[in-house]
């Protein structure tokens, strides 16, 4: 059977696709699909099924330019994104209580608006396999010579951003143990750049605002900046940095949630497969129809054939492995979660914290009104968010979810 999308947005100057019915988008976000269309440096706009209303440019969306880029099409947590590796451990050498594996990751990881009392001795970590788990735990000093060049008003986080480099964060960032289909333990989690790249981020759309070619664009925060420029020069600069401090951050704690859970079995010699790790906050020069092209995806994986990837629900409902692809009628994208159907005012005003403890049923995890707006209730249904791209992704495992630790 084939998929019924991509389907065109219709009252768009560039071309868009997307993989969701216009009649399932919340309609502010479909004028945001407009808006940023209307651009005159987008050659296409990608629309994937998670697709719900952002700051700027939609949650959801791939976003093709020509010599130009949009820092809110990125959003500001710069390198947002997953991480997951499968480990040897199945549910039989699992406790019947999980409380005690949750508590010593949340003791290994500082999570919500907590650091690191002094930055990670990387030299004691014991990486997971693959590149995406050793790589990033090298060139630890090279990495920070490079922050004196990042925006000068910065400078004075440097300290900060070394203790919270392998933290978790508050929100929809999550740390994992999940089952999968044959009952083999995974660990995954979610983050992204921190303080750090929400103060880069911010700096950046702050200036974009005030050039003169943005200042007839429909809406600014879809403020851009154009090649050639140092505007240009000096925000795609941070923005690398940040991306890697993201992924690092990420191996890092992977590191930290793996040593957790050795030290959870010390009979056990527990061996852990190759890890994933990827962005879904992120900007990536690509060739597209034979031109060189600035990608923005903004709560989008790129799903390039062959690449793997990590598609999350929410607390209680699993997440999905999946492999790109490679499809190019979505810029080689494809979702980066179930993504929101309500904010998160919305749903502390709809759900109560019985409602949570409903919801999380059997998932060791916080129950309390600091993370209702985190329930599964106020999320797109993971299942339909999958089977609208099945000309994006194959599955290749789905995870539920038995411990979440949140921030």
């Known amino acids: 059977m084939s998929s019924p999308f991509p389907v065109a947005l219709a009252g768009t100057a560039a071309p868009t696709l997307m993989w969701a019915h216009e009649h399932e988008v919340e309609p502010q976000a479909l004028q945001q699909l407009r808006n940023i269309a209307s651009l005159p440096w987008v050659e296409g706009l990608r629309v994937m099924p998670d697709v719900h209303l952002g700051k700027g440019a939609t949650v959801g969306s791939v976003i093709a330019m020509r010599d130009a880029v949009s820092p809110n099409a990125v959003g500001v947590d710069i390198g947002c994104g997953m991480i997951g590796v499968r480990t040897s451990l ?240 979505s810029f080689q994208s494809a979702s980066h979660g179930a993504g929101r159907r309500m904010s998160r005012t919305a749903a502390k005003k709809r759900f109560t914290v019985e409602d949570l403890a409903a919801q999380t049923a059997g998932v060791e995890c916080r129950k309390d009104a600091g993370v209702v707006d985190e329930i599964p209730g106020a999320y797109k249904d993971l299942e339909s968010v999958i089977a609208a791209q099945t000309d994006l992704v194959e599955v290749v495992a789905r995870l539920r979810t038995i411990v979440c630790v949140k921030g």
């Open 90 to 329: 199945t549910a039989a050498d699992l406790p019947d209580d999980l409380h005690a594996i949750r508590t010593r990751i949340e003791q290994a990881v500082p999570v919500g608006f907590h650091a690191h009392d002094e930055p990670v001795d990387l030299r004691r970590l014991r990486p997971v396999n693959g590149p995406a788990g050793r790589e990033r735990l090298k060139g630890a000093d090279a990495f920070w010579d490079r922050f004196g060049g990042l925006h000068r008003t910065v400078q004075q986080l440097e300290a900060r951003a070394r203790k919270q480099l392998g933290t978790l964060g508050g929100g929809n960032h999550f740390i994992e143990l999940c089952l999968d289909e044959s009952d083999q333990v995974w660990l995954q989690l979610h983050s992204g750049s921190r303080n750090i790249g929400k103060e880069l981020a911010e700096r950046h759309v702050a200036i974009a605002k005030t050039l003169e070619h943005n200042q007839r664009i429909v809406d600014r925060e879809l403020a851009v900046f154009l090649a050639g420029t140092p505007e240009m020069d000096a925000y795609l600069n941070d923005l690398w940095w940040a991306q890697e401090y993201a992924a690092r951050s990420r191996a890092v704690m992977m590191a930290l949630v793996v040593q957790a859970v050795r030290d959870s079995f010390p009979e056990r010699d527990i061996t852990f497969d190759e890890a994933t790790n990827c962005h879904h906050n992120y900007v990536k020069k690509e060739i597209i129809d034979g031109a060189e092209l600035v990608v923005t995806r903004k709560g989008a994986i790129r799903a390039g054939s062959g690449e793997m990837g990590l598609i999350p629900g929410s607390m209680g409902t699993g997440s999905y492995v999946v492999r790109g692809l490679g499809n190019p009628a």
